[in-house]
Structures are given as structure tokens and as C-alpha cells.
């Protein structure tokens, strides 16, 4: 069963170029070394925050990215652009 991690984030309007550059860099990096990250959406909802879906083909592969969190620098780089992030893991029990 595939894996899902969700965030939840406020990111500036002057620092948005940035981060989705910084976020792009980030998702090429973890995808070099654990393939199993099969899709992430990132949506702007309307109160101006955003969530962030990153869907992993096993909670397993998402453990083993996290766990390796560490060693991606883009990671903390990212993240310092974001302010009240919180984020939670779930597994995929129906999709359509």
C-alpha cells in the first residue's frame, strides 16, 4: 500500500520563487537516492497556506527517506523559508 506525507506550510510572497526552487532541488535530490517518491502536489489553498503531498510507493521507502533526511542540505535550506510547517503520515487506503 502506497505511502502519503502531508504538509502543512506559510511561505512569503517574496520568498515563493525561492522555495519552489529550493523544493525542486530537494525533490531531485531524494528521488536520486530513493526512487520509491512517486509523485509530490504541492496546492496553495485559499487562506494563502499550503499544503504539500509527497506519495510514496511504501511507508517503507518514505521511512527510509526520512531517516536520511539529514543528509539532504536542500532539506533545512527549504524548510527556512516556510513559517508554522506541520506535517503528518498516512497510507493510501482508497484511490480512484
Do not use: C
Amino acid at each position: 500500500m502506497s505511502a502519503v506525507r502531508s504538509h502543512h506550510y506559510s511561505v512569503p510572497e517574496a520568498d515563493l520563487e525561492e522555495f519552489l526552487a529550493r523544493r525542486s532541488s530537494l525533490i531531485a535530490t531524494i528521488r536520486e537516492g530513493h526512487p520509491g517518491l512517486t509523485r509530490t502536489v504541492l496546492v496553495q489553498l485559499e487562506d494563502g497556506a499550503y499544503t504539500d503531498t509527497w506519495h510514496w510507493e511504501s511507508g517503507a521507502q518514505m521511512g527510509a527517506a526520512l531517516a536520511a533526511l539529514p543528509t539532504f542540505p536542500e532539506a533545512p535550506l527549504t524548510m527556512a523559508l516556510t513559517k508554522d510547517a506541520t506535517a503528518l503520515n498516512g497510507r493510501v487506503v482508497d484511490e480512484r
